[in-house]
């Protein structure tokens, strides 16, 4: 006769195991390693929260520290590789396989680990892809997770990056999962409760609080005259010209430049009101000019970012905040905000092929792509309209029946035809195919898909994809912006002057841009100190961004 509670039962085992360690749910910072031996199973599928941002680093540490004898063979399933201890789980033989989304901080690490078979990838995947999974074929037998407090009843105040948390515990409590939580301190009564106790089977109060990376904070003072005339282009090049008000901004100082040109250049433009008013989007710092002067109405957030608490409290009309008044984010509900209800995504990337290909791995790092490839794809699923998204695919329909018309998102690349080291962004071949083939991967970890790519912006100009109609068109288009990389040498200059007479391709002038005016006095803030002005001196940076 069929045993259908064979997995509560180990559930069960694993918890009685677990509470020679606890006092009621509670566990002492020194005996971590033991509670986690004490649960933990040989070959189990364990999430253990790495987040872009929030990370339980004190879980990390003690899982370092297990016996390989008598925990091994582990199968890691989470969102981030950020610290250095998400890898040396593998090197002291705790893990051997993986499957992830981001590991921005240890690319290079992990590049070295994956060619020297110290890691078994399953696949590198987009955030809502990894999620996805979790209540499918990954789902957890242990998560380990982290928040700001919690009471002895095990209720989680997740505080304002909350990020991946309710997901991994969603999936791994209901299905006969155990979660261990690290917390900063145990409170009496948590200021509100983001995961309920019943939910949680273990709480250790770390050693000290949990690591927090101000991943999307960038210093006005460190942009340059390139990026401000990417951005002037970007803004009336696309922004205007589709009128796009929801959108995601990826990472970087492109993206930034925009942010701080919205008060300046947008509003000479006129442009105040029509685009940029709705973000899927965490807290960027260089979005408070905006914010201030009435451009930004509304932004969902993935995660915080440090610094940004008390300025998020006194704008609750704008962001999406508790009753306690601090942020209440989620990455899987704004990533999918961000796939659904966005009209724009624009960000950057590392490598683009001649069909418009991008991607972040290079022989010597594999940066996975979080929730790039999410944010930047066209969602079939998608059914409402909006004036963007139609016009893209107007510009974007060759045949058919106008009434069967699909819209498009705009999926953008905003990048420098040469990147650091003077490395160039455009390529003939994705170093990503050659990581492909080295380690044996049946699907190379490209970014972003060239038929989801609609325009890339360079400081030649922008490539308007849509308008391509063959494969021609489109590799002369990528050419045309390439600059002065090998790709760009490569095009052939007749073609790029049709395509520009076609409106494929614009250059500055064709926008009615000066590159001499693209200069810093444009930009609403100049350095963190302004930032922290416009805030009204609620923004609080990061010391390391601080030289006041």
Not at 87 to 109: H, I, N, W
Not at 224 to 239: D, F, H, P, R, V
Not at 382 to 388: A, K, Q
């Amino acid at each position: 006769m069929a045993d259908w509670r064979g997995e509560r039962k180990a559930r069960d085992a694993r918890i009685e195991a677990g509470r020679v360690h606890a006092r009621g749910k509670v566990v002492p910072a020194d005996a971590v390693t033991a509670l986690l031996e004490s649960i933990l199973r040989p070959g189990d599928r364990v999430c253990l929260e790495g987040d872009n941002q929030k990370q339980a680093d004190c879980l990390a540490r003690a899982l370092v520290q297990c016996d390989p004898g008598r925990v091994h063979g582990l199968h890691m399933v989470q969102s981030g590789i950020v610290l250095p201890e998400h890898l040396d789980v593998f090197e002291t033989g705790v893990a051997e396989r993986l499957d992830y989304s981001y590991s921005g901080p240890q690319g290079a690490r992990i590049a070295r680990m994956l060619y020297g078979g110290q890691i078994k990838l399953g696949a590198v995947h987009t955030y809502l892809e990894l999620f996805a999974r979790y209540f499918m074929d990954l789902t957890p037998h242990v998560a380990l997770i982290a928040g700001v407090s919690a009471d002895r009843e095990g209720n989680l105040y997740t505080g304002p990056n909350t990020e991946d948390t309710p997901t991994i515990v969603e999936a791994t409590h209901f299905k006969n999962g155990v979660v261990v939580a690290q917390v900063n301190e145990i409170v009496d009564r948590v200021p509100r409760v983001d995961i309920p106790g019943d939910r949680v089977d273990f709480v250790v109060e770390a050693d000290t609080p949990f690591f927090v990376e101000p991943l999307f904070t960038r210093d006005p003072a460190a942009m340059t005259e390139t990026q401000i005339l990417i951005a002037m282009m970007a803004i009336k090049g696309i922004y205007a010209e589709y009128g796009v008000r929801r959108l995601n901004h990826g990472i970087g100082f492109g993206t930034a430049a925009i942010e701080l040109l919205l008060p300046t250049y947008g509003e000479k433009l006129g442009l105040k009101g029509e685009i940029a008013t709705h973000f899927a989007l965490n807290p960027h710092p260089t979005l408070i000019p905006a914010i201030e002067s009435g451009w930004v109405k509304q932004i969902h957030c993935f995660g915080s970012e440090v610094g940004m608490d008390r300025y998020i409290r006194e704008r609750p009309d704008v962001f999406f905040t508790g009753s306690d008044g601090s942020l209440r984010s989620n990455r899987a509900f704004c990533q999918t905000a961000g796939l659904y209800a966005c009209d724009m995504f624009i960000g950057a990337t590392l490598q683009i092929d001649l069909m418009g290909h991008s991607s972040t791995v290079t022989q010597s790092r594999v940066a996975g792509f979080g929730g790039a490839p999410n944010m930047g794809s066209d969602p079939h699923g998608r059914r409402h309209p909006s004036d963007p998204w139609m016009k893209a695919g107007r510009e974007g329909q060759i045949v058919g029946d106008p009434a069967l018309m699909r819209g498009r998102k705009l999926v953008v690349q905003l990048v420098e035809t040469f990147g650091d080291k003077l490395v160039p962004t455009f390529v003939e071949r994705l170093d990503a195919l050659e990581l492909a083939k080295k380690i044996g991967l049946e699907l190379a970890p490209v970014m972003i898909y060239a038929d989801d790519v609609t325009h890339i912006v360079t400081e030649e100009g922008i490539a308007n994809l849509l308008l391509c109609r063959d494969a021609d068109d489109r590799e002369q288009a990528i050419r045309g912006v390439a600059g002065y990389t090998e790709v760009g040498r490569g095009r052939d200059k007749t073609k790029a002057e049709e395509l520009r007479a076609r409106g494929v391709i614009r250059r500055p002038e064709d926008l009615g841009i000066e590159p001499l005016d693209a200069d810093r006095s444009l930009l609403a803030a100049r350095s963190i100190k302004d930032l922290v002005h416009w805030s009204g001196g609620l923004y609080e940076p990061p010391a390391r961004f601080r030289n006041w």
